[in-house]
Nanobody
Framework: VQLVESGGGWVQPGGSLRLSCAAS???????????MSWDRQGPGKERELVATITGIGDNINYADSVKGRSTMSRDNFKTRAYLQMNSLKSEDTAMYLCNARLPGGGDYWGQGTQVIVSS
């Protein structure tokens, strides 16, 4: 099992980014069992859970810090998860990590993709 994040980079305040998490080593059916989430860790900050989505995408939760500015989604046929972030702020600067978790089962992390929000 491998998770690979992409889509990070440098963006000016107010800009947007779409992060992707490509999961390999899953079948479509097994991937749909895993809850997916995005965490982030900014410089000098504790790791923060940004968003989670259930296996079939029927329930999505966001941290207050990104609520209203971000949308998490998933495509189980492509075994991918996404995080669309809009109206980015400097405090969104962080390494964003993708997590796949099966309650009572596997727990997998990617290496992360760096987001820098700066003018």
């Amino acid at each position: 099992v491998q998770l690979v994040e992409s889509g990070g980079g440098w963006v000016q305040p107010g800009g947007s980014l779409r992060l992707s998490c490509a999961a390999s080593g899953f079948t479509i059916s097994s991937f749909s069992l895993f809850e997916m989430s995005w965490d982030r860790q900014g410089p000098g900050k504790e790791r923060e859970l940004v968003a989670t989505i259930t296996g079939i995408g029927d329930n999505i939760n966001y941290a207050d810090s990104v609520k209203g500015r971000s949308t998490m989604s998933r495509d189980n046929f492509k075994t991918r998860a996404y995080l669309q972030m809009n109206s980015l702020k400097s405090e969104d600067t962080a390494m964003y990590l993708c997590n796949a978790r099966l309650p009572g089962g596997g727990d997998y992390w990617g290496q992360g993709t760096q987001v820098i929000v700066s003018s």
